[in-house]
């Protein structure tokens, strides 16, 4: 799931984990605004020196103090994805939906793509397939 500050991903984390433990919560960020994946390898809060506004939505130089101690005990993974792989969502999701996403709302499609490309647990037109209308 996008993360910004952390309280969306900090909540429904929290959540999953309470009903089904074994499910894993992968949150994405840009490459350029990443301050969550940077707090949970630092093990700590950080400040970012700047945060880009591309994905303006998920743009925080710094998360939430009570979302960063939640991910830190229920977020699993993060994943980064750069501008080209944001864009590349907005027009998937274009082309399956007819609908614009805004860059923090395309998130969620860049890093599934992402994490399928790595992990190959399942293809790009197996997703688009389960989510194109039939």
Do not use: H
């Not at 960063?68 to 792989?85: G, H, K, P, Q, S």
């Not at 399956?96 to 992402?114: C, K, S």
């Amino acid at each position: 799931m996008p993360v910004g500050g952390g309280g969306l991903i900090a909540g429904i984390a929290a959540y999953i984990k309470a009903v089904s433990p074994e499910t894993r919560v992968i949150g994405v960020e840009p490459d350029d605004s990443n301050a969550m994946q940077a707090a949970l390898a630092a093990g700590e809060r950080v400040i970012l020196p700047s945060a880009s506004l591309f994905a303006d939505g998920v743009a925080v130089r710094q998360v939430g103090a009570e979302p960063f101690r939640i991910a830190r005990v229920c977020v699993d993974e993060m994943i980064l994805v750069n501008t080209d792989e944001i864009c590349a969502a907005i027009k998937d999701i274009f082309e399956d939906t007819r609908g614009i996403a805004e860059p923090a709302g395309a998130l969620g499609v860049a890093g599934l793509t992402r994490w399928v490309e790595r992990t190959g647990r399942a293809t790009a037109s197996w997703w688009r397939s389960r989510a194109a209308p039939t």
